[in-house]
């Protein structure tokens, strides 16, 4: 008979410790679990276990106080916010460590990766022990800034209740981290969060792939569909760039607000769903009203409770904080040693606005390691002085098309600015294709340049 592997989770968050076990037990782990070191060690011989899982922050002992009382395997959990400490508990004799939220996929992998090593090696024993970095208020997140701070308490808050909540941030900002943190900390955490982005979709098949389909119910409906919406049942509703639903699909989703209830394209029966909307956008929606692109009564369902994400160029010390955490996260998905910021790199990365926001400082981040030839990144491997270069050539090559406006002097117009000008002023006369080839751009860039800046192709007027 083969023998079934023995694991000791050690975290002192239940919805953690709970969640974990699933995907555990789901493949074939028997799972015991503790909720402190003390626990832990009055509670079970942790010297028969494969592989003990603990979190490094802990009430009374971290978890590494773990690797010193045990000849077991320690794999440890953290926060981007304390991975400098994670990697000082490896010197210490952790096996490993594992950044939250961690993917299910990532857990099973290391946890397997670990018991068959040790197998072979063993592991490690410690020499000492280090600090402990806290923890930050919502897994996943880092910041200290008091716009950051205030997120949190009202992520925290809105999570226990069962509220509509808008998110409104910039492009790149972290929009669909803040609905998996909602998530998570709600009662609705053991279903499985829906997440759909609305402007990813084709306007002519967002209400069937949102509301499911009945066969028959239109040209290529061989078969009946159930929608997003539906498949959420019980559970959380991530709908992301909601501005960009078209009109039909506003009224739809209006109705599961008011009734609790769908309907299937080409059907006559509604049912009933239990269904919490988390929507999120970088647009003013309310300007939308106005302009007759949003419906108003929609507007002020979805806007019961607003979040917003501060970009990341008014975080202040965050940006620092944050490029540390990405960076480390970094070279372990690429399998590369620890890297580390020159100071004029580190400079670079304080000083400049980033503007596509926390999406584009992980492209910075990870270009940089992809290109680093030393255990040091300079300040040249970002390429920011590069892409401000770029940036203004795209002002330029764009400024051909626009004429300027008297009597501020072109240079000082951003790319914004020209963007959304030609844009709007020509969108009417060209189709995407003949945009995007007059802006010497692809048509996908034309798309994440009108996302990233708030220009939504043209939509029918609401009657």
Not at 230 to 235: F, L, Q
Request: glycine share 6%; hydrophobic share 40%.
């Amino acid at each position: 008979m083969t023998r079934i592997n023995q694991v000791l989770v050690v975290e002192d968050e239940a919805v953690i410790r709970s969640s974990l076990r699933r995907i555990l037990e789901r493949n074939q782990y028997q799972v015991s679990e503790a909720g402190s070191v003390k626990e832990s060690m009055e509670n079970f011989d942790m010297d028969t276990f494969d592989v003990i899982i603990s979190d490094l922050r802990l009430p009374g002992a971290p978890g590494t106080d773990l690797i010193k009382a045990t000849t077991t395997p320690v794999l440890i959990m953290t926060s981007y916010s304390s991975i400098r400490s994670a990697i000082d508990s490896m010197k210490m004799g952790a096996v490993d460590y594992i950044a939250k939220p961690f993917e299910h996929n990532e857990i099973i992998e290391t946890v397997a990766k670990i018991i068959r090593e040790h197998a072979k090696t063993g592991t490690p024993k410690p020499a000492k022990l280090g600090e402990n970095d806290i923890e930050p208020p919502v897994q996943g997140m880092i910041g200290n800034c008091p716009q950051m701070m205030e997120l949190f308490r009202r992520i925290r808050k809105v999570a226990l209740t069962n509220s509509t909540v808008l998110i409104n941030g910039e492009s790149g900002t972290g929009k669909e981290l803040v609905a998996c943190a909602i998530h998570n900390l709600s009662s609705r955490h053991s279903h499985e969060m829906i997440s759909v982005n609305c402007a990813a979709i084709p306007e002519n098949l967002i209400e069937s792939e949102l509301f499911g389909h009945e066969k028959g119910a239109f040209t290529g409906a061989t078969a009946t569909r159930t929608g997003l919406v539906e498949a959420a049942n019980g559970s959380t509703l991530f709908l992301d760039e909601i501005g960009e639903l078209p009109l039909e699909a506003q009224a739809r989703l209006l109705r599961v607000l008011q009734e609790n209830e769908i309907r299937k394209v080409g059907s006559v029966q509604s049912k009933k769903v239990d269904v919490r909307l988390v929507a999120a956008t970088h647009r003013d929606l309310k300007q939308l009203v106005v302009d007759g692109l949003f419906r108003e009564d929609l507007y002020y369902r979805i806007n019961v409770m607003t979040l917003l994400i501060p970009p990341l160029r008014d975080r202040g010390n965050d940006i620092l904080q944050l490029a540390d955490a990405i960076l480390i996260r970094t070279c372990k998905r690429l399998k590369t040693a620890v890297l580390t910021f020159s100071s004029s790199a580190s400079k670079a990365i304080a000083d400049y606005g980033w503007p596509g926001n926390v999406r584009e400082l992980e492209n910075a981040i990870e270009r940089a390691v992809v290109l680093a030839e030393t255990s040091e990144i300079g300040e040249e491997l970002l390429a920011i002085e590069a892409d401000l270069v770029n940036t203004q050539r795209e002002i330029n090559n764009i400024s051909q098309f626009v004429a300027p406006v008297p009597p501020e002097p072109i240079e000082e117009l951003s790319l914004e600015d020209y963007f959304q000008r030609f844009v709007l002023e020509h969108q009417d006369s060209m189709n995407e294709t003949q945009l995007a080839k007059k802006l010497g751009i692809s048509r996908k860039c034309l798309w994440e340049r009108r996302q990233r800046f708030g220009i939504p192709r043209k939509k029918k007027q609401a009657v």
